[in-house]
Every structure is written in C-alpha cells, then in structure tokens.
C-alpha cells in the first residue's frame, strides 16, 4: 500500500489539514465515501471501492466512531496499525481521496502544480469514449470488467481482453441465437501478466489500489502505450500514481453537499447517473 501512504504524506507536505467529519459505508458496490472537514470549515469527500469479493466489510466499524473529528493524519497513521484488509485500505483511500479533493475539484490546483487538466460530465465522459486513447489497430487490456467502457471499446479495438478477480461464471451469458463479438475475451486474475505484457493500452480499475495489486498491474503492461487508472478510488493527489507508472488518471469526483450524501446513502451507495458527478482526466504534462 506504499501508494496511498507516499500520497499522504505528498498532500500533508502541501499544507492541507483537515479532521475526519463523516464517513458512510454501503453494503451494495460496495463503497466507503468519507468526509474532512477543512480548518476554514469547507468539506472535501472521496470514495473508494470495498471488494465484496476479497472480504468485504467487518460486522463491527464501530471503531470508525471514535475517530470522527479527529485530526485526518492522526486518523490515518491510527488505520495503518490496523491489519492490513481491503476495507481498511478503502477507509485510508477514501480519506486521503477526501483531502485531495482540495485539489482536485474544478483542477486549478492542479494546473499549478503542472498537470493537463480536463473535467467532463455524463454520459461525455473520457472512459466512455476509448477513441480518445485507442486505435482501430490496437490491442487493449481492462483490468476489471466495465459493463459500459468494456463493450465500447470492443467497438473500436482490434482486440480487447479483460481480466476479472470475480468467478467468471458471473460473466457469462446465455444466448441461443449468439453471434458475441470474439474481439473481447474474459480472463482469471491470475492470467494479468500475459493479458498486459501483450497490450498497447491498459485500462486499470481504481480499485486495485485497495486490494495492492496495482504496482504488479503496472510492471505487468510497462510495454503498453497508455495506461490509464479510472474510477472513484483512485480520485486522489495523482503524482505519486504517475511516480509508479500511470500515464493517464480518470478520476471520479463527487460533490461535497449533504445532498449528495443523502442521496448517497438513500440509494446504497449509486451514484452512477447522479447530478454534478463529475469524470476528470488528467495527465502530466509534456
């Protein structure tokens, strides 16, 4: 998890404080979205993934109370005492994602520490439009199956070949009258290494950031052209994921309202069509 940890400490030396406001957990997605709360008193969220596949969430986060309204790095060196877990690892994303979002919201900040900057909101985000990053001639890899981004770049790849944690059964489809797009196949998390040593653009899921896979994924696809990182969890302070090999960072941000947490909430944890949701891309600059 040296990830998230080298990013904390990048986004402390950049003088932002904050407490721990408010964190909510969804059982469906599944997600932690945690709140901070600025010293002028602003809010900033993030969110990250919990894989219900690689153990999910702890019967008990009742501890999480007691660390509400703490300093946020006082919470943060608390989580990393902690066993290591996936939902541990989304609570430390989600918050580091939470003080980034200073940052990262609107992307002025951004631009001034030298990053190309561009904001999008649905349906015209960059994810759902792979012609910005793939050609007709190459081959892609996804890491994590996307029922939208995955068949779309199916459309315009000679090939794309996916590889998934998930039991593959879950992916499959009955059709008595098939005639299935042979481009994209589906592949067991243990055949990454060959699926992306082979691509020219590599699409990564956020979430390999909590289950610490990512660096593996990354020295995997060093051939690739393009590697891109997308999704809510990975909505935090990009330089440390360009440090590790990221070219191009897809974040997803939220707003930071009560509304939006209400909704957040009411939903159990959709967010997917929601008002003022907004899809960043960002790369460093040439």
């Known amino acids: 998890m040296d990830i998230i940890k080298d990013t904390i400490k990048e986004v402390e030396n950049l003088g932002i404080e904050a407490s721990l406001s408010n964190v909510v957990i969804t059982r469906l997605g599944p997600w932690t979205l945690s709140h901070v709360r600025y010293d002028d008193g602003e809010l900033g969220c993030g969110c990250a993934n919990n894989e219900a596949e690689r153990g999910g969430i702890p019967k008990d986060v009742s501890f999480i109370k007691a660390l509400l309204d703490l300093n946020a790095y006082e919470v943060l060196d608390k989580l990393e005492s902690f066993e290591n877990s996936v939902f541990i690892n989304s609570l430390r994303a989600s918050i580091v994602s939470a ?7 609107g992307g002025s900040e951004l631009k001034k520490e030298g990053y190309d ?17 793939v050609r007709t001639s190459d081959k892609v890899a996804m890491v994590g199956f996307h029922m ?26 009955i059709d008595f009258d098939a005639d299935e797009d042979s481009r994209m196949k589906i592949f067991p998390a243990d055949k990454s290494r060959d699926v992306l040593s082979g691509a020219d653009v590599v699409y990564i899921t956020g979430e390999t950031v909590v289950n610490g896979t990512l660096d593996e994924l990354l020295e995997s696809s060093q051939n690739a052209r393009t590697r891109i990182i997308y999704g809510p969890t990975s909505a935090f302070y990009p330089k440390v994921l360009f440090e590790h ?30 008002r003022d949701v907004k899809q960043m891309l960002i790369k460093r600059r040439q």
Not at 99 to 105: F, H, I, K, P
Not at 117 to 133: D, H, M
Not at 156 to 173: C, F, G, I, W
Request: hydrophobic share 40%.
């Open 99 to 105: 003080l980034s979002y200073r940052l990262m919201n």
């Open 117 to 133: 900057v561009e904001t999008f909101s649905a349906p015209n985000t960059p994810l759902l439009n792979p012609s910005k990053f």
């Open 148 to 173: 939208t981004a995955t068949p779309l770049c199916a459309e315009v790849a000679k090939e794309v070949h996916v590889t998934e944690l998930m039991d593959l059964k879950q992916l499959s489809v």
């Open 245 to 274: 090999g990221v070219d191009v960072s897809l974040p997803i941000i939220f707003p930071n309202t009560s509304d939006f947490r209400r909704r957040f909430a009411l939903s159990r944890g959709y967010w997917y069509s929601m």
